[in-house]
């Protein structure tokens, strides 16, 4: 008896019985017609078979819904931060000091300097690159600009072209540093709570 599509399919799932299968088996290698339907009925069947799917764990499921509750309430709740431009107000490499200039706090040093003065409409920062032995150093001050307090809530940022090369942390006196600085125009980039200050620097002297 010639295979039918119904038997083929039966025998491709495994729903035929046991007893059954081997004389099936038979036949199909003994009959080119029924080799032939078996094989085409076999390719139909792994074109249309689906890979079975399992959901991730538990915990992994319940991990992604934080992520994206957390990234939700981030976007939500982030202000928008204005971004300002300190002009060079001073260069102690083009001319004499501005009268009238805030003084910063550090101490003079005898080591070959150069410093400059930005500012903004609310912020005085100083900053002097110094040369020691064989590399610079930059040290800076964030003052408020009408007020005697200090400025500590901030980080500072140094980038060349698009690339961070370093990051530094304020202290109580609103001072910062970065070593080893390189040759080049740079980015002074200052993240207040609530003003991004941005400014360019060129370390070469």
């Given at each position: ?14 729903k035929?019985?046991?007893c ?37 764990p ?7 819904k ?17 971004q300002?431009?300190a ?22 040093s005898?080591?070959a300097s150069r ?17 020691v ?15 005697g307090?200090f ?9 060349r ?5 370093g ?6 006196l609103?001072e ?26 060129h370390?070469?002297?």
């Amino acid at each position: 008896m010639h295979l039918t599509p119904e038997k083929a399919l039966d025998l491709i799932e495994l729903k035929t019985a046991e007893c059954e299968r081997q004389s099936r088996y038979d036949h199909i290698g003994s009959c080119e017609d029924c080799g032939f339907e078996f094989q085409e009925w076999s390719r139909f069947a792994n074109l249309v078979k689906r890979t079975h799917l399992q959901s991730a764990p538990d915990p992994i499921v319940a991990s992604a819904k934080r992520i994206c509750e957390t990234s939700l309430k981030t976007r939500e709740t982030r202000p928008l931060l204005r971004q300002v431009f300190a002009l060079i107000v001073f260069d102690s490499f083009a001319e004499p000091a501005q009268a009238g200039a805030r003084a910063t706090l550090w101490m003079d040093s005898q080591l070959a300097s150069r410093r400059v003065l930005l500012q903004t409409d609310d912020f005085d920062i100083h900053v002097r690159i110094s040369k020691v032995e064989d590399h610079r150093d930059l040290f800076g001050q964030i003052l408020p600009r009408g007020s005697g307090g200090f400025v500590k809530d901030a980080s500072v940022h140094l980038q060349r072209e698009e690339e961070r090369i370093g990051s530094a942390k304020l202290s109580t006196l609103g001072e910062f540093l970065f070593t080893n600085i390189p040759d080049g125009l740079l980015t002074l980039q200052i993240d207040l709570p609530h003003v991004t200050v941005i400014s360019a620097l060129h370390a070469m002297y």
